[in-house]
């Protein structure tokens, strides 16, 4: 593997806790004493969180065990999609690659390992898109597999890769619907993945990593993905933005690594069932709750043709 590891991008706010914990368990990976790590600390919301976010800035200005700390503190709030999606454009305009990680994020002491081998093992291969970290607790999963579109718990990416991200979620849900993609995006994450999106649309949330998925995914890029996480999220304990408090995606981080090792760089449709049956919990569902995220999924992509129809009606029958 090359020596060459790529810079982290990683994303704090006001979790003091978090950002110690996941910081210490990043610094623990050996690849860390030669790599890069910028953190990009967003500014408070109001007057209750600076003290909050002045306790992250302390954490941060005190790390080490990485080759060098750069720390971008934002005076005004910014918000996850800007603060995220502006400081990943800023690292990969000088470094041509960057690992995001977010302050939720904690890291197996195999993750940098996994995640520059990724990098450097397939930038010449443009069906790849990224390279993500997290797996959820699937039993059969193979070593590393592929799936159609990205995701945002652990990942890293390149420059020409990044520059499909695309901004208008409107556009996104309208190209979905015009090329008949609806179902094919339903079968990778369930209908979640559909909920968030028009969500996004509406102005319901904030996140970026919807309009990341649906860009890749429309890019027909794919994401490589591990049978066995690479990190766990403790940020699904209420304490973030967009992370309700629920259990549901806990996992136990891999105790070894052996490489990527032999992969077929091809979109998995075994693994994406298993994915969107885990994400919908179709293991535990009752005759309730199967009849009400059939509704919604329904619901929800009438409401696709609905944007559809409203952004053809804004931009001509060329959509």
């Not at 995914?217 to 967009?242: C, M, Q, W, Y």
């Not at 509704?295 to 952004?311: E, G, R, Y």
Request: charged share 20%; proline share 3%.
């Amino acid at each position: 593997m090359s020596a060459n590891y790529a810079p982290i991008a990683y994303f704090a706010f006001n979790r003091p806790a978090h950002t110690e914990r996941t910081l210490a368990a990043l610094a623990a990976n050996p690849q860390a004493e030669a790599t890069d790590l910028h953190v990009f600390v967003d500014g408070a919301r109001n007057e209750a969180e600076c003290p909050l976010v002045a306790k992250v800035l302390d954490a941060v200005r005190a790390v080490q065990g990485f080759r060098t700390v750069t720390v971008h503190a934002s005076k005004a709030n910014q918000g996850l999609y800007s603060a995220i999606t502006g400081g990943v454009s800023r690292v990969l305009a000088d470094a041509g690659r960057v690992i995001v990680v977010e302050d939720d994020i904690l890291v197996s002491p195999f993750f940098l390992a996994y995640m520059n081998e990724g990098l450097d093992r397939f930038e010449s291969d443009l069906r790849v898109g990224s390279i993500h970290a997290y797996s959820p607790p699937i039993a059969g999963l193979p070593d590393h597999f592929f799936l159609r579109g990205g995701d945002c718990w652990g990942w890293a990416t390149w420059t020409d890769r990044w520059s499909l991200y695309r901004e208008d979620t409107h556009e996104l849900v309208s190209e979905l619907v015009a090329n008949d993609q609806i179902d094919a995006y339903l079968s990778i994450y369930g209908h979640h993945s559909l909920v968030h999106l028009i969500k996004r649309a509406w102005g319901r949330n904030f996140s970026w990593a919807s309009n990341w998925h649906a860009s890749l995914f429309l890019a027909g890029k794919l994401t490589l993905h591990p049978g066995r996480s690479h990190v766990e999220n403790i940020g699904n304990d209420g304490t973030g933005t967009h992370a309700a408090d629920s259990g549901i995606y806990a996992t136990k981080t891999t105790e070894s690594y052996d490489g990527i090792g032999a992969v077929h760089v091809l979109h998995d449709s075994d693994c994406a069932k298993a994915m969107r049956d885990f994400m919908d919990g179709v293991a535990c569902e009752t005759p309730y709750r199967i009849l009400r995220r059939k509704l919604v999924t329904l619901l929800f992509k009438w409401n696709a043709h609905l944007i559809f129809a409203k952004q053809r009606g804004r931009t001509g029958a060329n959509v």
